[in-house]
DNA sequence: TCTGGGGTCCTCTTTCTC
DNA sequence: TCTGGAGAAAGAGGACCC
């Protein structure tokens, strides 16, 4: 299950003479500042703008649409509405970020259409959202078929429907395949998951490496075995923040550690972690990123240590460009 | 000219330890 | 004492996801 242009269908929830309007949640709000696309409406769509553009590049696309802010703690609400829906159907139950899921319903008695029906009207019963679902026998199937009838779609997929319905597909509605991946596959002349498909395990693993190549080989099949992830324990917890204006003054960019320190390590304490390694990233003005990591001696969750761990890596960069980006984050986590 | 923020996982290289 | 592995851990970077 995937919610149709969550963020922005939040958004008129909530303020619905937007409805009808073309939408653009990003950033602070404001497309003259730095922000990509977080979500567009489908009118706004229709101009061109989608996810994980510029917000400026979007205000020129359309200059009449609505900006709005990112309101993750609303979005976060309405999402916990919605998953709480979904355990009344089973309680399998797979969280793919915060408008997405993957439910088992194999152990239901009632047929599957007939359950993703009752979860549409539900769902739109109590939240008035829409959403579009995909019904397989594995995850990755599943969630190529909540894509292919958007929005408010339901659309099934079996095996025997593979060839003819996901090998016509482009490579990159698989999941795991980026821009980068589909750049290298168009160089060999595969652009859609048949040509994947047609490509023996010996060459994508020589392409790709072991792990890799072996998952393109079986994912462009259609198989998948992987078991749904009911309950996980964070690896790390991060903030990072990108300047208004590129930078070269060192306060401004220690001052901004300092405030992410005191997030994450705000963080680590809410949520009962210690941290044994500190990374924190630098982004320059030409886009270059790099890290540097201290292990501490042990682990902790206090300010001062991470915050002496943190300027410790500051120190080892070489500040010869101007920053665009500063972040910090705490690894290794454990709860004792 | 532009390219967010919060994550995970994988790969490669270097460093440490036995 | 010198040399050489093997294997683990640490560190850096990159690709991908929502």
């Known amino acids: 299950m995937d919610m149709d242009a969550f963020f922005a269908a939040v958004e ?6 937007l409805r009808g309007k073309p939408l653009v949640i990003g950033g602070s709000g404001d497309p003259t500042k730095r922000g990509v696309v977080s979500t567009a409406s489908y009118e706004a769509r229709t101009c ?20 709005l802010p990112v309101d993750y703690r609303e979005y976060s609400r309405v999402s916990h509405i919605i998953k709480d829906i979904f355990h009344e159907f089973s309680a399998v139950m797979e969280d793919v970020g915060i408008d ?13 259409e007939q359950i993703a029906a009752e979860i549409k009207e539900r769902i739109n019963a109590v939240t008035g959202l829409s959403c579009s ?12 078929a909540s894509d292919m009838q958007k929005p408010d779609g339901l659309t099934i997929i079996t095996e025997t429907d593979i060839e003819s319905r996901i090998w016509p597909l482009p490579v990159r509605k698989l999941w795991g395949v980026g821009p980068k991946t589909e750049g290298y596959l168009k160089q060999l002349d595969i652009q859609t998951i048949g040509e994947l498909a047609a490509a023996s395990q010996n060459q994508l693993i020589e392409q790709f490496g072991n792990s890799y190549g072996q998952y393109l080989y079986e994912a462009s099949r259609g198989m998948d075995d992987s078991p749904l992830v009911t309950h996980w324990e964070p690896k ?3 903030r990072e923040t990108t300047f208004q204006a590129d930078t070269d003054n060192w306060q401004t960019i220690a001052r901004s550690l300092a405030d992410l320190v005191k997030e994450v390590v ?28 201290k292990t501490l001696p042990e ?9 002496r761990a943190a300027f410790a890596c500051l120190a080892r960069f070489e500040l010869k460009k101007k920053v665009r980006l500063v972040g910090v984050r705490a690894g290794g986590l454990s709860t004792e």
């Open 12 to 17: 008129v929830r909530r303020r619905p003479e």
């Open 133 to 144: 679902i995909g019904i397989a026998p594995n995850k990755l199937l599943a969630k190529i």
């Open 48 to 67: 061109g703008i989608h996810s994980a553009m510029p917000l400026m590049k979007a205000y020129k696309l359309c200059p009449h649409a609505v900006f």
């Open 100 to 112: 997405e899921a993957f439910l088992d319903i194999s152990a239901s008695e009632k047929s599957s």
């Open 266 to 293: 705000d963080d680590l304490r809410e949520k009962g972690y210690k941290s044994r390694n500190v990374t924190v990233k630098i982004r320059f003005s030409d886009f270059q990123t790099q890290t540097r990591t």
């Open 236 to 238: 790390s917890f991060s």
């Open 299 to 307: 682990p902790a969750d206090d300010r001062e240590t991470v915050r």
